[in-house]
């Protein structure tokens, strides 16, 4: 008996820089994206170019722009409650800082939302997915100046007043840690990483979390039925050993990823910043009105990324340092990996849950979580091409049985939206062999392929695992 509530939001995401390609359509200005052809491990490298190349997979994506509606009855047949997908603020606002929003962009978005409608699929949408307008990043040094909390302000005015009927569930930033590890992907800032101080960075993320508690009043006052999340990449950590300094050395790393849900459920900064801050000699720049802002306009839920753990230590000896896209830390022995060497750890997402939730009490969402693994095109018993993906069907079942334990320890969980549901281009190495998807997508990382679609095993595993509400899960263990 599945212990999932009625009204569980399943579903699947994705996020316009990484599927929709058409990058020069429809009015549509240049995103940080164009210029990643290596994704955030070449932002790493300083590999960001000029001007879109040819060798950036993401210019085309799998042509979701073009696709979207054969797309979106695919994942009707699955029986999808919910899709997730980013607006590319660019489409809308292609230079970022126009005061008149670009119609076509607009009207993209309408017909994409009307079509998962027409499945009574509800769309959950991300405004800012690691697609800043590449002329805020030229022009302002992306969000480290100001001026960005007005910009997005008018493009989230534009969207919610446009789709108010249409999107009930808004998330204000992806991942809205990264932007410490990674500032050029997330916030648009183009000064090199090596080059900021921890200053610059608190303060950028100050501009966001103003801005994003700003987009939270907004929405409300605009879409009264309307939610608002934040959207954390949830790095879990645990000690390496249960010695104390070990455990300390977790608590003390955890508040790296706690810091942001902290401020987004709480409204304030809590003290162990303000006290890092004075010890740093950190002054953040704060408008008369930002604490104001912040402590009045907090979240309606907390959604996160769950992909796997890390280990921390004061003394890892030979322990073997590991990490996700933003993560570092050590491997943990008790737990396999997958090919990117993300360790695979269903157990940490019931933790995960029961930890936030035990925090904030407040609803929680998980709105990424996936095997990112090479998958191989076959011929199926019915002649139909296929992928035998019972590996991704594994690691999913896991996650959703440990969600399920975590529902049964009390947490209230609105909805899954495993990453990726079509294969797309991947984030940190900008891949597109490192496949999420139900369905597969035929392009290769050399740009070939036809885009064709073909349902995977794992389609079928969803569709079934959705039309029984999780009754079908496999909970042996
Ligand atoms: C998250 C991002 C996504 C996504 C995912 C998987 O950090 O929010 O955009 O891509 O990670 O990562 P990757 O694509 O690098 O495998």
């Given amino acids: ?135 805020l990043a030229d022009k302002y040094d992306g969000w480290r100046n100001p001026k960005l909390i007005d910009f997005y302000l008018n493009y989230c005015r534009t ?12 998330l204000t930033f992806n991942e809205i840690n990264s932007l410490m590890h990674a500032p050029f992907t997330s916030g648009g800032i183009r000064t090199p990483l090596a080059d900021l101080t921890e200053q610059d960075l608190y303060q950028a993320i100050h501009h966001e979390l103003v801005a994003s508690a700003m987009a939270t009043k907004l929405a409300h006052e605009i879409i009264p039925d309307g939610k608002v999340g934040c959207m954390i990449l949830g790095v879990t950590i645990y000690p390496l050993t249960p010695d104390p300094d070990d455990v300390i050395k977790t608590m003390l790393h955890d508040r790296d990823t706690l810091l942001f849900a902290d401020i987004h459920a709480r409204g304030k900064y809590p003290k162990y910043i303000k006290n890092y801050f004075e010890e740093k000699g950190i002054h953040i720049q704060m408008g008369p009105e930002d604490e104001k802002i912040l402590a009045e306009n907090t979240v309606d839920f907390i959604s ?35 090919e990117w060497g993300w360790q695979i750890d269903p157990k940490g997402l019931r933790y995960t849950l029961n930890r936030l939730y035990d925090r904030y009490q407040l609803p929680l969402f998980i709105v990424e979580n996936g095997l990112g693994a090479v998958d191989k095109l076959v011929k199926g ?94 909970r042996t263990e």
Avoid at 311 to 334: F, M, Q, R
């Fill in 381 to 474: 018993a019915d002649g139909e091409w296929t992928v035998e993906d019972d590996y991704r069907i594994e690691f999913l079942n896991a996650h959703l049985v440990e969600a399920e334990k975590a529902i049964r320890d009390g947490v209230e969980l609105m909805g899954y939206t495993s990453w990726g549901c079509i294969d797309l281009v991947s984030a940190s190495t900008a891949q597109m062999k490192k496949r999420y998807g139900y369905i597969y997508v035929d392009r290769n990382d050399d740009g070939t392929g036809t885009l064709k679609r073909y349902r995977k095993k794992s389609f079928y595993w969803y569709k079934d695992v959705i039309a029984t509400n999780g009754d079908s899960l496999d």
């Fill in 304 to 338: 996160f990324s769950y992909y796997s753990s890390i280990c921390d230590s004061v003394h890892p000896g030979d322990a073997k340092e590991t990490g996700g896209n933003l993560s570092h830390g050590y491997v943990n022995p008790y737990v396999k990996a997958t």
């Fill in 1 to 135: 008996m599945s212990y999932f509530p009625k009204d569980f939001l399943w579903g699947g995401a994705v996020a316009a820089n990484q599927c929709e390609g058409a990058y020069q359509e429809g009015g549509k200005g240049l995103s940080v994206q164009d210029v990643l052809p290596q994704g955030i491990a070449g932002e790493r490298k300083g590999i960001i170019t000029d001007g879109p190349t040819k060798d950036n997979l993401k210019l085309e994506g799998i042509d979701f722009y073009h696709r979207y509606k054969e797309d979106v009855k695919l994942f009707a047949e699955m029986g999808f409650k919910v899709f997730r997908t980013s607006i590319a603020w660019s489409r809308i606002f292609p230079c970022g800082d126009e005061e008149e929003p670009n119609e076509e962009g607009l009207a993209f978005y309408d017909s994409l939302f009307d079509e998962c409608l027409k499945y009574g699929i509800q769309p959950l949408v991300t405004i800012s997915h690691y697609e800043t307008p590449l002329g």
């Fill in 159 to 170: 969207i919610f007043e446009r789709y108010k009927d249409k999107v009930k569930y808004w």
